[in-house]
């Protein structure tokens, strides 16, 4: 980690995720990062999205961009004031074609596979996957996998989609790598598939680690909140609470994601002045 960070000591931070959490075409969002950059707060980004997604969806909503933004489930720190990876966690090439590897010899499709370096999305040429992607100009496209790993200079996160079965034995597979994961439903690559994806990344990397570092670096004097709505968005709730600090979730967020932070706020024998909302 590049801790030559050149910013002074914010109040307060506000950790929020992207999807679901934080609506980019929402007009006033402007003037809540105004209002909390006169109190001295600063909004991080905290996202499974890469770095370059977040930073052009900011651009491309004519909304302030804010001075960091972490990306890949915490693989990617960015300062987008000194424009450089404070952070860039990268797998080994060999492990990665190791999983592509079993998901396809397991009857995964190559088509499934997306892989990023923190910046760039990087997927196969397919109609389906382009169409999907037709609005995201931080892609780019290879004509099939093994050309998408001869095009990357690093990897930060393996991507998978198919069956929920497939995602469960990859997820066994990649934990046997010593490697994190997550799982949830998409559409990808297109409304008629009823997928699940597989986020994969270094064992060490999530939410809630990288909301631990960058509180230990930036120091906020009066502490610091986490927002967000899914499973990935744990971690950090995880981290808050031990922490003492507070967190925000989503009304709509799945019950399962409620029900965990309830018991374990719960678990917590020394919570006399913790909020849950």
Known sequence: MNTALQMK?????????????????DKKLNQVFTLISTMNGIVIPITGRTVGDIYKSLQENNLRIPEILIGDNGANIYSTKQKQFLM????????????????????????????????????????????YYRKNSTVKYGEDVSNLLKMMPEITKITLAGSKAQMEDMSNYVEDLNFWSDMGSTKFPNASYEHYRLDVADKNINKGNAVKLMVSILQPTFGYMCIGNGENDIPMFKQAIDDNMMIGIMEDSPQAVKDEMKAYVASKKKRQNYHYS
Request: charged share 25%; aromatic share 8%.
């Open 9 to 25: 000591r914010p109040a307060f931070i506000i950790f929020t995720d992207k999807d679901g959490t934080l609506n980019l075409e």
């Open 88 to 131: 860039r966690k990268s797998l080994d090439p060999q492990k990665v074609s190791q999983v592509i590897t079993n998901f396809v010899e397991a009857g995964g499709n190559p088509q499934m596979v997306r892989l990023t370096d923190g910046e760039f999305i990087y997927a196969v040429n397919h109609p389906d996957v382009q169409d």
